[in-house]
């Protein structure tokens, strides 16, 4: 062993915080267009580095992942100031590569971006535009990628690193699996020639029996449950999420073997996009908010309701229960304590077995309980949000209430 290794050693064991790096800190991402280049950190590298997101043994440690803006083709550069000679040490190239396709261009970024400027000159969103939106005057499409064509899965594998670094717990899907769905919203500006990813959505199509009659017929019955969905933090904060979520949904409706929309363990973030989402669509497909009571509701209605927007159980429990609250926050045709019952109902059917087990005083502890945490919670969903639902009449109101709308 050399007397600079021995030196290094040495110094690594007496002050190993010197040769200790986040991984969050160390992998730093860009998205590339042309002689611009903006970074966005990862929320989590445990996927890569493991529990710890931590990198040990070197120093000053930079660990660079490009992408194009329209191609998504990576490049990977790694940059340090100093390595231990320890063989122990991760090898980061090689682990890099495990979540990196095989197009990804090291080191050399002339010959990367000489490769994206060739692919380029016959390259092609690899899919069908599904739907296409204005917001803040600015163009938006939104693509079905097809997975059966090799191009197609090329640019799954260029996205699919960001599932780990975006989504907790969130793992590679199995493309050959046809049953695989990739939707990719693109951002399309009168400035840029070609369109920028903004962002993308995986979603599994779940046969699901329809009834013996229906499956005789060979009528075919599916459950579309979205696994992945991501916005890039870049373009994070602008309401795109919802409006992405909401294509979607609006493109699944016509597809009349989708019959329920589901979505798989969902966090709380995307959770309250999609009820802010749900409930505004509900207004843009005609809901009618003035049918939702506490008391002597239409179950009829309700269920054949509920099959045409094709909402799962829980979530549209969750829509019926913030309309009341919204009725309830702004005076409108129900009483407290009826919103209070219709929603206890539902917690108490939600936990029945365990609270069965309680005895009267402390089940009605823990019933009230809940419902003030879910109620409180309720109301930060709605925030500003507004429906066109109509003012309680009472007797204050003149002869011209009848015809006023709120919002």
Known sequence: MSLENSKQISAASLHPELWTISSNDALKMFVTNGEQAINFQPLFTYPIFGDAE????????NIFLCFDHYTFKPFLNIKYKEKLDDPELVDLKATMDKYVPESTVFKDEIAWVDSINEEKKIYKIPGDQIDTFKQDDVEYEVYKINLKSAAGVELHKRLQILVLLYIEAGSFIDVEDEL????VLYEKTPEDKEPSVVGFATAYNYWKYPGA???????AEV????????????YQGQGLGQSFYSHLCKYWLT????VEIVVEDPNEGFDDMRDRADLKRLGDLGFDYDKIVAKNIDQDWLNKTRAQLKLEKRQ????????????LKHNK???????????????????KEGLDALDEATRRDKLQTAYQALEDDYYRILGDVRLSVKRKLDSEDGPQSKKKKVD
Do not use: M
């Not at 009659?213 to 009528?219: L, N, S, V």
């Not at 459950?223 to 870049?234: A, C, D």
């Open 54 to 61: 931590t990198v040990y043994g070197y120093q000053d440690l």
């Open 180 to 183: 695989w769905d990739l939707y």
């Open 213 to 219: 009659k229906a499956f005789d017929d060979e009528k």
């Open 223 to 234: 459950r579309i449950k979205i696994s992945q969905f991501i916005i890039l933090p870049i």
């Open 255 to 258: 597809n009349d073997d989708i």
């Open 316 to 327: 549209f429990a969750r829509l019926l229960e913030l309309i009341l609250l919204y009725k």
């Open 333 to 351: 045709d129900v009483s407290k304590s009826d919103v209070r019952l219709f929603i206890k109902k539902r917690l108490y059917k939600k936990n």
